[in-house]
């Protein structure tokens, strides 16, 4: 007994009992509820089931029901529309912010610091302000296109189901462009100057020194900020419910609000966990790629 | 010459980016001080006029600010204190050896940051009711939440116990300190700053959490701002200088605490967010 107690304070023990707690926690409240998820998922849970442990057996039921409901086709649309879409805008702004802000001119550390003002808003809020922006009678958004010249009348970005999806889309590039910013400003920074000096010297000019030295060098943080943004995006809850709420009819809904969605407004948690189970293996598979291109670049 | 001339440009352009990107936080504030007439002028006022500070002061009672401000700030502090309590000393641990098990123990915290919380909750929340959890709402909300953000606070601590010299430590063992001794006296001291700031963006994440909050939480007398916002903007939704003057008094504690410790917050992202 004593040698355990002295192990704790003094040997091993000591860190083996910091991992475990940690690890137990998590295991009892991420891994179990990963494990019950597969399970409900085959089962029929509503609000007259909830509170026992074990729910009646449907087999593949649920299953079946989700991938044959009609909007079941929208919503995997939707969600590739919203991902891809987010994605490929955060990245592109935030990698051409980060190059503008590493030309060292004075204040453009400061600079860049400010935008991280927008990623550290909670999402709702984030969601709350551009419902107003994007108003269609009152909203500055209608108001800056209509001074541009590039729309004649109002766009009702909220409620005409065209346009939905793209609103939180909008809403979503501008939360999460600040996050790509500072990722890449990292793998930017770490590119050694006198690589760029000798191709000045080769006379290479700018476009041919972004193409031959920064992008090769900056492969696995552009691997590894894409595959977050791909995580974070299918993360992304809050500004669905504070902009559209999915709608109207579906054509803002994606499948994390889907799944939500049957849980909590239909109290089916059985379909709601089929989702669940579905989207969560796309993320798993997704982080795989996020964690061996930091891998190669960190060395674990 | 022809340099300072392109720093001064560069330094304009930034502040015209600048100005669009942060254009939404502005018009947050502007609008809060604008009388019900002037928000649905065309075209929009977009400088303030006389700031009508009783719109923050009407919302204050009828839209329970207090009631939510104080929820908010328990999820907030008890989410922090779970995540501080159980994930530092696995940080730590994490940083300080290398090895298959310690790359097992990395790789599972790097899968559970990513699950998405509006996915997690249907299982927690069928969970929590099968075992009597949502009887004690704000806890079981605590709970969750916790678990979302514990990962990503490991991350960034670990960055900060990496630059903590381990001869400093093994100094402390040659003196006659103990393992737990040595780690509390002289580890976590020295990486106080790096645990500080990640405890700082577990807070904000707790502030402003939704998802969690608003499927756990049945009561409305528990529930967060967040909620709070959500439930004023429906009946309130024309009102947007009453909606943005909660908004701006549910953010400002958030948007000061970032501008007081930008340099802080940044260095602590960009330390751990890669690794």
Redo the contacts between chains.
């Keep these: 007994m004593s040698r355990v107690l002295r192990s ?4 091993i023990g ?2 083996t ?3 475990i ?3 137990s ?2 295991f009892v ?6 494990i ?2 597969v399970i ?1 998922s085959f089962q029929r ?1 509503d609000v007259f089931s ?4 074990w729910h009646p057996n449907v087999g593949f039921e649920n299953y079946e029901r989700v991938f044959n409901d009609p909007l079941a086709r929208r919503v995997l649309i939707n969600t590739l529309i919203f991902t891809l879409g987010s994605v490929a805008m955060q990245f592109t702004l935030g990698f051409a ?1 980060a190059l ?2 590493h ?1 060292r ?14 990623w ?7 969601g ?6 994007l ?1 269609g ?2 909203g ?1 958004i209608n ?1 800056v296109l209509r ?1 541009l010249g590039l729309i004649d009348s109002a766009i009702f970005w909220r409620s005409d189901t065209a346009w939905s999806l793209y609103a939180v889309m909008m809403a979503n590039v ?1 939360y999460g462009m600040p996050f790509n910013m ?2 890449l ?3 930017l920074a770490a590119i050694p100057d006198d690589l760029y000096e000798a191709a000045e010297l080769d006379g290479a000019n700018a476009w041919q020194r972004f193409w031959t030295i920064t992008l090769p060098m900056m492969r696995s ?1 552009i691997g ?1 900020v894409l595959a977050l943004g791909v ?1 974070f995006t ?2 992304q ?2 500004l669905f ?2 902009i559209t709420q999915g709608g109207p009819a579906g054509s803002s809904t994606v499948a ?2 889907w ?2 969605e049957l ?2 407004r239909e109290f089916d ?1 059985g379909r ?2 089929v ?2 189970v579905t ?2 293996i796309v ?2 598979f ?2 795989l790629i ?2 061996r291109s ?1 891998r190669a ?2 060395r ?1 | 010459m022809s340099n300072a001339w392109t720093n001064r440009l560069l330094f304009v352009i930034a502040l015209v980016l600048a100005g669009i990107y942060l254009f939404p936080l502005y018009w947050m504030y502007v609008t809060s001080l604008k009388t019900q007439s002037s928000i649905f002028a065309v075209p929009p006022e977009f400088l303030p006029g006389v700031p009508q500070w009783q719109n923050y002061a009407l919302i204050w009672d009828v839209a329970n600010i207090p009631r939510y401000m104080w929820n908010s700030l328990v999820i907030a502090t008890g989410v922090t204190a779970f995540t501080l309590i159980f994930g530092a000393g696995a940080a730590y641990v994490l940083a300080r050896y290398r090895n298959h098990w310690i790359d097992i123990a990395l790789f599972l915290v790097l899968m559970l940051q990513v699950l998405p919380p509006s996915l997690m909750v249907t299982p927690i929340f069928v969970g929590f009711a099968s075992v009597g959890l949502l009887d004690y709402p704000r806890f079981g909300a605590i709970l969750a939440i916790s678990a979302k953000t514990m990962p990503f606070f490991i991350i960034l601590c670990r960055a900060a116990f990496m630059t903590v010299p381990r001869e400093l430590e093994e100094a402390a063992l040659v003196d006659g300190n103990s393992r737990a001794g040595a780690f509390f006296m002289i580890v976590l001291p020295l990486a106080r700053n790096g645990i500080l700031v990640a405890a700082l963006l577990i807070f904000m994440q707790g502030f402003g959490e939704y998802v969690y909050s608003a499927s756990l939480i049945a009561d409305n007398r528990l529930h967060p701002a967040s909620i709070g916002m959500t439930n004023f903007l429906q009946p309130n939704v024309v009102n947007w200088n009453a909606i943005m003057a909660f908004a701006a008094t549910y953010v400002t504690p958030i948007v000061a605490a970032f501008v007081l410790l930008q340099r802080q917050i940044v260095n602590g992202l960009t330390a751990g967010a890669l690794k």
């Design positions: 704790l304070r003094d040997g000591f860190d009992l910091l991992i707690i940690a690890l926690y998590l409240f991420a891994g179990l509820p990963l019950y998820n409900i849970v909830l509170g026992t442990l912010a503008f802000f030309q001119f004075p204040g453009a550390t400061w600079f860049r610091g400010l935008f991280l003002a927008g550290i808003m909670p999402g709702l809020v984030v709350v302000l551009w419902n107003w922006l108003s009678d009152f500055v108001h001074s501008w500072i990722l400003s990292v793998g943080t590894a995580i299918l993360q809850f809050d419910a504070a994390q609000y799944s939500w849980s909590f948690f709601g966990a989702i669940s989207m969560i993320v798993l997704v982080s996020y964690v930091t670049e960190t674990l």
